[in-house]
């Protein structure tokens, strides 16, 4: 029995200590000895009172400039507010078990490698509003356990180098970044929310977002983005609608697309050589799947040879025709990869200046008698070729054909407005001098009212 009574006392005991801490004058201590607030009390130092014990401490709004070492000694401490103060520099000699660090609205302009030497814990650190320019590479590095990330509200040029990947929320909206560094951003695995609205990026690297595979959500507003063919990587992801984004980004350059939403424009009005093929690249994309084609034809029995001489050209001529059709069929097909407008595709014939070179058959026509020998031996019908010639003729100029109809309309829709102008003209003077007849009549009768009136008086007395 006396052995449980003392036992109740030296559980009691430490609580009645704890309730007793002192409550620093005018903070606020719902929890004495365990949360503190002090907050708008135009404090210039820490206060003296405060418990040792404390695990959260806030002394955000007051006019704090340096508490270099001042919070060392509070061991227990996890979270602590300084926000809203006049701290000119990153604090040091915080005490290692923060888990939470709140600095926004502070004074601070840069952040070295040793400010955050000791802060391994922190899984959330606040640097909104503040003054920072550059922050030491690798000095966020040593915080393995850092979740969440603010650095909104800074003057911040590019991504910090060496983020931590443990982050999986990233706020860097109102800067001044001009460019996404991709080894800044790669190393991010975790990522989830990245916020970098409000900044001067003007194009988003190619792969940018592809090597990050927990990306959720993204905020891009208002920037400066460049609708020209570097910004084709962010207009094709917006367009995957894989995330949660904002899709209402809004062009500034160049001249003729600012204030146009991205997501409105075609790709052609974007990057108008996104749609125009390279020679020698295409060249090859056309010649290599046609490379199986031509020896499969060469390499088809013909029947009945008489001659072998006669049947290996022949097949080369059919092989070189087929050739020269299936890479105007390609030609033809390379454009309809894209959605285009009646409008853009006129406008790419007219303002195209690096056109596929148009294909000629350098094979020799076949006369009437080496066709009849062909015809002879392989047993083809004589307008296989005669055929297959218009059809290729066809396909080359259907482009040139489809042009000509719109001109001449153009031509007739001009004519056609000219001339009801001129109707209008003269019916307008028709109505003019019709108005003037009819004000000339009517004053001829009044004038002649007036002289008939004074007759009729005198001839009544």
């Avoid at 061991?75 to 078990?97: K, T």
């Avoid at 609708?227 to 609608?241: D, Q, T, V």
Wanted: charged share 15%; aromatic share 4%.
């Amino acid at each position: 029995m006396l052995w449980c009574q003392r036992g109740v006392l030296l559980v009691l005991c430490p609580l009645a200590c704890l309730a007793a801490l002192p409550c620093p004058p005018g903070c606020c201590c719902p929890r004495p000895g365990f949360l503190v607030l002090c907050e708008s009390l135009g404090l210039r130092s820490l206060p003296r009172s405060v418990p040792l014990s404390t695990s959260a401490l806030s002394v955000a709004r007051n006019q704090l400039c340096n508490v270099d070492h001042l919070l060392r000694p509070f061991s227990a401490l996890q979270e602590l507010s300084l926000s809203h103060n006049l701290l000119a520099r990153f604090p040091r000699g915080l005490p290692s078990g923060l888990e939470s660090l709140l600095l926004q609205e502070n004074r601070i302009t840069y952040i070295t490698s040793g400010a955050l030497r000791h802060l391994g814990n922190l899984t959330r650190l606040d640097l909104e509003d503040n003054r920072i320019r550059a922050i030491q590479p690798g000095a966020l590095l040593g915080l393995s356990k850092l979740q969440v990330l603010t650095l909104k509200g800074n003057r911040l040029t590019s991504l910090p180098l060496n983020l931590p990947p443990s982050l999986t929320h990233l706020d860097l909206s109102e800067n001044c970044i001009s460019v996404l560094d991709l080894p800044s951003l790669s190393p991010l695995v975790n990522l989830q929310v990245l916020r970098i609205n409000s900044n001067c990026l003007r194009f988003v690297p190619e792969s940018a977002f592809d090597r990050l595979p927990r990306l959720r959500s993204v905020d891009l507003a208002n920037n400066l983005w460049a609708c020209e063919c570097e910004i084709l990587y962010l207009y094709r992801w917006l367009l995957s609608g894989r995330l949660r984004t904002a899709t209402d980004l809004v062009c500034t350059e160049p001249v003729h697309l600012a204030h146009h939403l991205l997501l409105n424009l075609s790709v052609f009005t974007i990057c108008p050589r996104a749609l125009r093929p390279n020679e020698s690249s295409h060249q090859l994309d056309l010649n290599s799947p046609l490379e199986g084609e031509q020896e499969t034809l060469a390499a088809k029995p013909t029947g009945q040879s008489a001659n072998k001489k006669d049947l290996g050209s022949s097949a080369r001529r059919e092989s070189q025709e087929s050739t020269v059709g299936l890479k105007s069929r390609a030609l033809l097909n390379y454009y309809s990869l894209e959605t285009l407008t009646y409008e853009a595709c006129l406008s790419l014939n007219k303002t195209q200046t690096v056109s596929p070179p148009p294909l000629k058959n350098t094979t020799p026509t076949p006369t009437i008698e080496t066709q009849k020998g062909r015809d002879n031996v392989t047993g083809r019908t004589p307008h296989y070729n005669a055929t297959l010639a218009e059809g290729t003729q066809s396909l080359l100029f259907t482009n040139r054909d489809e042009v000509r109809p719109t001109r001449s309309t153009q031509r007739v829709t001009l004519h056609g407005s000219a001339v009801l102008v001129s109707l209008l003209v003269v019916l307008c003077a028709l109505v003019i001098l019709l108005m003037l007849l009819v004000l000339f009549v009517l004053r001829k009768v009044l004038s002649r009212q007036q002289r008939v009136a004074p007759l009729d008086v005198g001839s009544g007395g």
